[in-house]
């Protein structure tokens, strides 16, 4: 039984900040749940069959915000999150409630990661498949020195 608290201890290491699910016409009504806390972005989908999916902070390259008219309507906007992460390198936070106040938290959440880490946007640009060295992202350019 030790080992189960130990892990529980690892699991809840950090405090939620934020939490919400997706909306429909403004209200939360889906089984899509989105959370984060000071170093990860947590999504959940689904009702019986679970798919849960987390990115690192540090790793998000940019924070875009959408808000069609209809979302204005209901209160609610999509925030876009663009990563170097592999596996997730384009996150939609759909239909969420009071989605300015959220796209700068998490704003202010991923460069404060970024400079406690020391992650420079050069090193960002390797690990999301671009290569300052030209091995692809320049192919059919013409190089002339």
Not at 83 to 100: C, G, N, R, Y
Request: glycine fraction near 8%; charged fraction near 30%.
């Amino acid at each position: 039984m030790a080992k189960t608290d130990r892990l529980s201890d690892y699991a809840n290491m950090d405090e939620i900040l934020w939490h919400d699910r997706k909306r429909y016409l403004g209200l939360p009504i889906s089984f899509t749940r989105y959370s984060f806390d000071e170093n990860r972005f947590y999504l959940k989908k689904g009702l019986f069959n679970v798919t849960s999916d987390e990115i690192l902070l540090y790793r998000v390259l940019d924070v875009t915000l959408q808000r069609s008219f209809g979302q204005r309507i209901f209160g609610v906007g999509t925030i876009i999150l663009s990563t170097a992460d592999q596996t997730l390198p384009l996150m939609k936070i759909e239909s969420v409630k009071d989605s300015e106040r959220v796209c700068r938290a998490l704003s202010n959440i991923v460069e404060k990661e970024r400079n406690e880490k020391r992650v420079l946007g050069k090193e960002m640009f390797g690990a999301a498949g671009f290569d300052d060295m030209g091995d692809g992202f320049m192919d059919g350019f013409d190089h002339h020195d």
